[in-house]
């Protein structure tokens, strides 16, 4: 069974930074598309990153353009976890949010409006950014 936990949420001021983990287990697959989405309260949900990669290592980044500059995507094989570095937080950040997986979507369909759609996803971390 598939299973994606994420951690590292929490409550920050503006400016602030915070790191999101997410630790997969259950699946085997070589080669898997993972991202990170998140939903603010009566909003929809809203893709923030991807990555493409492969147990072997390596990995293509992207972002949604409320991301780029600020949040930074990557992954540790090793320890079969995914992470979310996010700076310079804005109170528009704050959101639940989500690691999500999808094996099918390796390649071209791993891109950040495709994320709120993967196959596998956590339970959610709330982050939170006063101002």
């Known amino acids: 069974q598939v299973q994606l936990v994420e951690s590292g949420g929490g409550s920050v001021q503006t400016g602030g930074s915070l790191r999101l983990s997410c630790t997969t287990s259950?699946?085997?697959?070589?080669?898997?598309?993972m991202g990170w989405f998140r939903q603010a309260p009566g909003k929809e949900r809203e893709g923030v990153t991807t990555?493409?990669?492969?147990?072997?290592?390596?990995?293509?980044?992207l972002y949604a353009d409320s991301a780029k500059g600020r949040f930074t995507i990557s992954r540790d094989n090793t320890k079969n976890t995914l992470y979310l570095q996010m700076r310079n937080l804005k109170p528009e950040d704050s959101a639940v949010y989500f690691c999500?997986?999808?094996?099918?979507?390796w390649g071209p369909g791993c891109r950040p409006s495709a994320v709120t759609d993967f196959e596998y996803v956590g339970q959610g971390t709330q982050v939170t950014v006063s101002s």
């Open positions: 999500a997986a999808d094996p099918s979507a």
């Open positions: 259950g699946y085997t697959y070589s080669r898997v598309c």
């Open positions: 990555y493409s990669g492969s147990n072997t290592g390596g990995g293509l980044p």
